[in-house]
């Protein structure tokens, strides 16, 4: 599988951008916060994009006028979720909510946080080969997500036995849940990217992510 080959359809992404940034200081949205030439959440986007996936629903809350500005003809799908403030989970099921409500249920749910400046789409990429079948098939059972000398990232692919369980998540634990229920069918892939754990939640954390050399 190729960056260039789109998914149409197949999968869809949840970006997770409702959060306050509380950890920023008062009243600063970490998302809309330029970092190489472009707003933070903008690069989970691009990723995405750049990987093959052409639906992505943001979640938004906080501000989600000003994240709605920064994507700005990147083609995504806004969701509002009223309850953002209940934690990741809740706007994460929001977001499942609203896609599976729709008429093209998807083979896969890929879901990204909103604030990982350093994501390449080839980690996306090495996440859907991992399971994706040279058919256009993603196994319903399964789970994937990249991992960096052990450590578990984003984005997380859920095939569509596990999509009933995202829809009535809720508080600040996002899919863990799911994934200690469902250990047996995770599939960890090893990617050579930082990017996919990196992500930002204070002053000090995107300083540094400024300061990163960038393609």
Known sequence: MSPEAPLTGAVVAIVLAAGRSARMGSERNKLVEEVGGRPLIAWPVDALRGAGIERIVVVTGFEAERVEAALAGRGCTFVHHAGWAEGMGSSLACGARRILAGPERPEAILVCVGDLPGLRADSVVAVLAAVHDGNGRFP??????????????????FGG????????????????????AHAAHVVEVEVDDPGCLRDVDTPAELAEARAQPRP
């Open 161 to 180: 036995d596990h999509f009933d369980a995202l829809t009535p998540l809720g508080g600040d634990e996002g899919a863990r849940s799911i994934l200690r």
């Open 140 to 157: 319903a059972d399964r789970i994937a997500l990249p991992t960096l000398a052990g450590r578990r990232g984003h984005p997380v692919l």
